[in-house]
Antibody, heavy 118, light 111 residues
């Protein structure tokens, strides 16, 4: 069974930084586009960013451009999201998921909660 | 950006009944539309993707779930609701991006 496990969430002050990680197992990680999707408390789903298999293409939702950076390490089967200059509105559960390039989000992690508050 | 609009926001259904959930795109997404199910405290689960009258169920998804539509109008149908089907359902387009966009969700609750 495919497994995606996120980590790195927590409480951070506005303006602070956090780095999320997602480790994949039981899939050929290097073959997949990967995405981050977030969900604010009690709200719907919002795509945040995605990255091509070789990291040569990266895309972001406008609200995080210039603040968030998606990256990956295929040797470690890992996906990352560096989040800088965090705002209260970034508070959400962050999920990593496969897909996002003309393909649905097929596999999802369990999510990691990021809370931005003073 | 393509705006995805789901209706109704809440659907009250009795177990065993048929449920039809609607998703509308602000412009054509061709057949590049997916449906997800999310239960409280859980990650979303891919149910259905693609359309053009031949939407594909994801692995392990029961046959009572079906999808139809293309262009701007899509429907997720649950033929006979089981207790485990009461959840929130989201549609998502992956045709014209960035950004990839989701609908606001339809909550299917027990009547």
């Amino acid at each position: 069974e495919v497994q995606l496990v996120e980590s790195g969430g927590g409480l951070v002050q506005p303006g602070g930084s956090l780095r999320l990680s997602c480790t994949a197992s039981r899939l050929t990680f290097s073959s997949y586009w990967m995405s981050w999707v977030r969900q604010a408390p009690g709200k719907g789903l919002e795509w945040v960013a995605n990255i091509k298999q070789d990291a040569s293409e990266k895309y972001y939702v406008d609200s995080v451009k210039g603040r968030f950076t998606i990256s990956r390490d295929n040797a470690k089967n890992s996906l990352y999201l560096q989040m800088n200059n965090l705002r209260a509105e970034d508070t959400a559960v962050y999920y990593c998921a496969t897909g996002g390039y003309y393909w649905p989000f097929e596999y999802w992690g369990q999510g990691t909660l990021v809370t931005v508050s003073s | 950006d393509i705006v995805m609009t789901q209706s109704p926001a809440t659907l009250s259904v009795s177990p065993g009944d048929r449920a039809s959930l609607s998703c509308r795109a602000s412009q054509s997404v061709r057949g590049n539309l997916a449906w997800y199910q999310q239960k409280p405290g859980q990650a979303p689960r891919l149910l259905i993707y693609g359309a053009y009258g031949a939407a594909t169920r994801a692995t392990g998804v029961p046959a009572r779930f079906s999808g139809s539509g293309s262009g701007t109008e899509f429907t997720l149908t649950i033929s006979s609701l089981q207790s485990e089907d009461f959840a929130v359902y989201y549609c998502q387009q992956y045709d014209n991006w960035p950004p990839l966009t989701f609908g606001g969700g339809t909550k299917v609750e027990i009547k």
